[in-house]
């Protein structure tokens, strides 16, 4: 035990060098949105040093001209939205392949995976031609049941490793006290698995609120614009006014990283689960 213990220790230049890596990965990491937030109060934006001047000119635009709380609320109710119908679909499926036997298993399995080779843009005129037709283009509705659908593959496969990890006694317990499939998974397995459906979750949320490619050519009117797509109008109408694009940026990425911050800890813990059992 004491050997295993010793081998786990890093020696003092392993130390420096894990630190220094760790430093290098932050640095890499934290340089765009600092230079971005500090350009956002500059009058000539650019450069990393302390504006001589803090301007609020660019906050004042997007939440007064450019009604940026619109676009927000939209983003909320459409990234909430298709996250909710998300889990909730890919879990059942997850369920019924992790712990239901049944001839094709297999198959559906791999099915799941082969859309991780499939780029949403291949797929992108199938996609606005079935939006049309359901005369959903141009509507929150239409945008949240596309998002629904969007990178199910990795949810499907995170959610169904921690599945996995549930002992079956649990199910087969749960059985004998006359629960079926669906009370079972419901009342047993759910409450069991909220990390991995959590971590599902938030994946899809991030992936959601960041989209750009499907708002801009689902959504028309501004008044259902998402802050992705909103984003994208900065380059044409708005291209000199750089407070306002960095200002609302920030406005844009604050919430993901707020949400990733307060669960990061269950989110690893979620993503290793099935290696730690196994």
């Not at 000539?44 to 040093?49: A, K, Q, R, S």
């Not at 198959?107 to 859309?115: C, D, E, P, R, Y």
């Not at 397995?189 to 989209?211: D, H, Q, S, Y």
């Not at 109008?233 to 291209?239: H, L, P, R």
Request: aromatic residues 12%; positive net charge.
């Amino acid at each position: 035990m004491a050997k295993t213990k010793k081998n786990n220790n890093l020696s003092p230049a392993g130390k420096i060098i894990s630190y220094l890596v760790i430093i290098v990965v932050l640095i890499i990491s934290i340089y765009p949105i600092l230079w971005v937030f500090i350009s956002s109060f500059k009058q000539t934006p650019g450069g990393l040093g302390l504006p001589e001047k803090w301007v609020f000119d660019g906050y004042i635009t997007i939440f007064t001209k450019l009604n940026i709380g619109t676009y927000f609320l939209n983003s909320i109710i459409i990234t909430i939205g298709s996250t909710i119908i998300s889990v909730i679909i890919v879990s059942m499926a997850a369920y019924v392949s992790a712990r239901v036997d049944f001839k094709g298993r297999s198959i559906i399995t791999a099915m799941f995976a082969s859309t991780l080779f499939i780029p949403s843009i291949a797929i992108s005129f199938p996609i606005y031609r079935l939006v049309n037709k359901l005369n959903l283009y141009d509507t929150r509705m239409g945008l949240t049941f596309v998002y629904s659908g969007l990178g199910i593959a990795v949810t499907f496969f995170i959610i169904r490793s921690y599945f996995l990890t549930i002992p079956k006694e649990m199910e087969e317990a749960a059985q004998i006290d006359g629960c079926g499939y669906t009370k079972t998974f419901v009342n047993i397995i759910v409450p069991i698995a909220k990390p991995g459906l959590a971590t599902g979750g938030i994946l899809v949320f991030l992936n959601n609120w960041n989209e750009f490619y499907y708002a801009s050519i689902l959504l028309q009117s501004k008044s259902n614009m998402t802050i992705p797509a909103l984003l994208g109008q900065f380059k044409t109408a708005y291209s000199q006014n750089l407070n306002g694009m960095f200002s609302a940026i920030i406005v844009a990425v604050l919430p993901t990283i707020i949400i990733f911050s307060l669960t990061s800890e269950m989110f690893v813990k979620s993503l290793t689960a099935g290696a730690v059992k196994g």
